[in-house]
């Protein structure tokens, strides 16, 4: 079936560490996003990629680094210097401007 | 700026009672698309309806409908006759010209369907 697949669904961290969210989509679609969602709260957009090898920050990047090395792949890492990382993370992709996104199930990270 | 706003944090009414959830969006641009998407507790977003600027024919689909009005920046979602799978967040989203491919939510609306 077509779609978005993240993992792993349920994440623990330990302070200090990286981790890494891995997002893949087998829509064939150029765009792909990384969204943040807290309890309560709407999605706050972290980074999204319009093209392979291409990729912008959203409105709170600090903390986090992605890479674009595949059009299929989009992983997030969430660095030691993200203060507050436990959040529940959604990955989205899209065909083009003005197109629904599609998204995938969710990451739910907890530092521990 | 792009904008997109859901004074509505929670509603709360009886299974079979209608239920508007209001969003209201801003934007310089001419042409831009809306969106609502429905957020059950598993937590993946689900994609309802899509609208652009040009199209201002509201759209029904079984219990749900949408009315959008350019005149008032507002793209409101009506549920008739609800039911407890209704209940979920939902989310209003706007991507504009400007605005690349960057796609704006608002906060969202937590509904709630009582039995």
């Known amino acids: 079936d077509g779609g978005i697949t993240q993992s792993p669904k349920y994440l623990f961290r330990k302070e200090g560490q990286n981790v890494t969210l891995s997002c893949e989509q087998n829509l064939n679609h150029d765009a792909m996003y990384w969204y943040r969602q807290d309890p309560g709260q709407g999605l706050r957009l972290i980074y999204y990629?319009?093209?392979?090898?291409?990729?912008q920050k959203g409105d709170i990047a600090e903390g986090y680094s992605v890479s674009r090395e595949k059009k299929e792949s989009f992983p997030l890492t969430v660095t030691s210097a993200q203060k507050n990382p436990t959040a529940f993370y959604l990955c989205?992709?899209?065909?083009?401007?003005?197109?629904?996104?599609?998204f995938g199930q969710g990451t739910r990270l907890t530092v521990v | 700026a792009q904008k997109v706003t859901q004074a509505q944090t929670e509603i709360s009414v009886v299974e079979k009672e209608d239920v508007t959830l209001d969003c209201v969006y801003e934007?310089?641009?001419?042409?831009?698309?809306l969106f609502w998407y429905k957020q059950p507790p598993s937590g993946e977003l689900v994609f309802l309806i899509r609208?652009?600027?040009?199209?201002?024919q509201n759209e029904i689909s079984g219990r749900y409908s949408w009315n959008f009005q350019k005149s008032t920046s507002s793209f409101n979602f009506t549920i008739t006759a609800s039911q407890v799978v209704d209940s979920a967040v939902y989310f209003c989203?706007?991507?504009?010209?400007?605005?690349?491919?960057?796609?704006?939510f608002g906060s969202g609306t937590r509904l709630s369907i009582r039995p």
């Open positions: 934007t310089r641009d001419t042409t831009y698309y």
């Open positions: 989203a706007l991507n504009s010209y400007s605005s690349a491919s960057k796609i704006i």
């Open positions: 609208r652009n600027s040009f199209d201002e």
């Open positions: 989205a992709s899209k065909s083009t401007d003005y197109t629904e996104a599609f």
């Open positions: 990629s319009q093209i392979v090898n291409d990729f």
